[in-house]
């Protein structure tokens, strides 16, 4: 029943959990089950796929089947893996010999080259005067969609975390308002009013560039944007403080992404303040928190177990492993068990 239920994505898990487990039942023993899984991943929002293959913390046999399966009914992700550090070199070979998709839909709206064609497609009329003049033919036009902006924010920040510049990858200077730039003891109250109509404005990239780059109070508003990307590009920023990551994982108007995204971190799990801020919130999905429950100290899990805001599943945890670690430090008197 549970297999089944994987196999349409339906189990309540990440989104990276959801797509590693369609990968595995997609090569399960039963062909029904196979066939669902796959089917699933082929319709699966291409934004999230996107996200999914971009990060280089996803399992290499994803990346592999990603490569093997899905490339040829979302080429927008061929890009993605390629730019994907833990991509494995066997898949990243595949990718780079296979002919681009552009080239294939181009050859089937004009028709193949070669001379068995039945119904070559007819030339245009062209005065005599046209024909003597070297006129270089137009450039075929654009036969595939942009992709969205979205999208498009997902490939610029996989390239960002493969090493890239943001200026390289978006092909221009993207610059930001002097409120973004100011060191952060620098800004007024002006600045700050200013700041948050300007973030308002801001398109994806641009948005992108400000969180990477800002000041605390940039991250502190772009950190509560409704477009996923942008607070995961708040969270790649190097200018973090482990307070600020604190103060992030306490949040009660971030979203559930966002800290999950935190708790991912292994840099952020490190420190003991991030971790049980994170615990603590009752925003905080369960299946994020259980697992943290049991590195907590024995002053904070006593806090944690009578702690209202929190789900009960939490506070009953809290309290077994408080329980556990009572009867593990008991003294056994000899002759008793």
Do not use: C
């Not at 833990?86 to 050859?107: D, G």
């Not at 498009?152 to 973004?180: N, Y």
């Not at 560039?209 to 605390?216: E, F, I, P, R, S």
């Not at 108007?253 to 801020?277: C, G, H, P, W």
Request: glycine share 2%.
């Amino acid at each position: 029943m549970i297999r089944r239920k994987g196999a349409t994505g339906n189990l309540p898990l990440p989104l990276e959990d959801k797509v590693e487990i369609l990968t595995l039942l997609a090569a399960a023993p039963e062909a029904d089950l196979r066939a669902k899984a796959l089917e699933t991943l082929q319709g699966w929002n291409r934004a999230e796929l996107r996200r999914v293959m971009a990060s280089p913390q996803v399992a290499p046999e994803v990346l592999r089947f990603a490569t093997e399966q899905l490339v040829e009914k979302h080429e927008e992700l061929r890009e993605v893996l390629l730019w994907n550090p833990s991509l494995p070199s066997e898949s990243r070979a595949l990718l780079e010999r296979k002919p681009l998709a552009r080239l294939e839909v181009t050859e089937a709206v004009v028709g193949p080259s070669s001379p068995s064609s039945p119904e070559p497609l007819p030339q245009p009329l062209t005065p005599p005067l046209a024909q003597a003049s070297p006129i270089k033919p137009e450039p075929l036009p654009e036969l595939v969609p942009e992709p969205a902006e979205e999208e498009m924010a997902v490939e610029i920040l996989a390239k960002l975390a493969a090493g890239a510049r943001i200026e390289d990858v978006t092909g221009a200077s993207v610059e930001a308002p002097p409120e973004v730039t100011k060191h952060d003891d620098e800004l007024t109250a002006n600045d700050r009013e200013t700041l948050i109509e300007k973030i308002s404005r801001m398109r994806v990239v641009e948005k992108i560039k400000a969180a990477l780059t800002g000041n605390l109070e940039t991250r502190s508003l772009l950190i509560r944007d409704p477009n996923k990307i942008i607070s995961r590009a708040v969270l790649q920023s190097p200018k973090i403080s482990e307070m600020e990551a604190e103060s992030y994982a306490a949040a009660k108007n971030v979203s559930d992404e966002t800290l999950r995204l935190i708790a991912a971190n292994r840099k952020f799990m490190k420190a003991y303040v991030v971790m049980r801020a994170l615990v603590n919130n009752p925003r905080a999905p369960i299946d994020v928190t259980m697992p943290l429950v049991g590195r907590m100290k024995d002053r904070d899990l006593k806090g944690l177990a009578l702690n209202r805001n929190v789900p009960e599943v939490i506070r009953t945890l809290a309290t077994k492993v408080i329980r556990q670690k009572e009867e593990a430090n008991k003294i056994k008197l000899p002759g008793k068990k």
